[in-house]
């Protein structure tokens, strides 16, 4: 996902010195190297202050490093680790650590809003969607939860160029606010093979350049 809107993260310093790369204060540890080296592109010039811009992944890991069931990877175990807005994953620790799909951030959101979770390239277990709140609307008792969103799939995109004015409630139901066209945010047709629009913004900070952090160093470059 792109954005769940910014916490109000301040400067965060660095603190000490984990398996030789430094994690934000208040955070848990990086489970793997290679989970700092995808979270610090882009969110390390955030924690340093270098510049202020939402956090793509957040002030650093949630949770410790964890084996989940993943029936392709080695022992059918593979490493993840929890993020403010991802899970972080290393499905096949014996490939190309090289590859920017070393690490992969797989379909959270989609096993939250459908209860499918996946344990194998080929393999689902099936729950009840997520009756917890969207990321970003954690104490709103009144927005919509995951599980709100299953209700919605079968809805087709809004068509390429229309000004978004569309809300939802808790309970499933589609209205308009026609004030929200002042912020003028349209859907943009992302083409096959998602069959989705995006919301204009969202598209925008996609494309997006500003700082990264590649190599030890601050430099200019997109985001994705």
Not at 38 to 64: C, E, K, L
Not at 69 to 75: G, I
Not at 206 to 222: A, L, R
Request: aromatic letters at 12%; hydrophobic letters at 35%.
């Amino acid at each position: 996902m792109v954005s769940r809107f910014s916490r109000i993260a301040g400067v965060i310093g660095l603190l000490g010195l984990m398996l030789g790369f430094a994690a934000p204060v208040a955070a848990e540890q990086f489970a793997s190297q290679y989970f700092f080296n995808t979270w610090s592109q882009t969110d390390q010039p955030v924690a340093a202050g270098v510049i202020s811009r939402t956090w793509m992944w957040g002030p650093g890991p949630n949770t410790p490093g964890m084996s989940e069931t993943y029936q392709d990877s080695p022992d059918h175990q593979r490493l993840v680790q929890y993020f403010d807005k991802t899970r972080m994953e290393i499905t096949h620790p014996d490939g190309d650590a090289s590859s920017e799909w070393f690490v992969t951030n797989g379909l959270l959101a989609t096993e939250l809003v459908t209860g499918r979770l996946q344990t194998g390239d080929d393999q689902y277990e099936t729950y009840a969607p997520a009756q917890v709140n969207v990321a970003g609307d954690a104490n709103d008792p009144n927005g919509p939860t995951y599980a709100t969103f299953n209700t919605l799939m079968s809805y087709s995109a809004i068509p390429n160029g229309w000004v978004i004015t569309q809300t939802v409630d808790r309970a499933g139901n589609v209205g308009v606010d026609d004030n929200l066209s002042s912020y003028n945010v349209t859907a943009v047709d992302i083409g096959s093979p998602t069959n989705h629009s995006m919301a204009s913004v969202f598209w925008d900070f996609i494309n997006s350049s500003g700082t990264i952090y590649q190599n030890g160093n601050y430099v200019d470059g997109k985001l994705f």
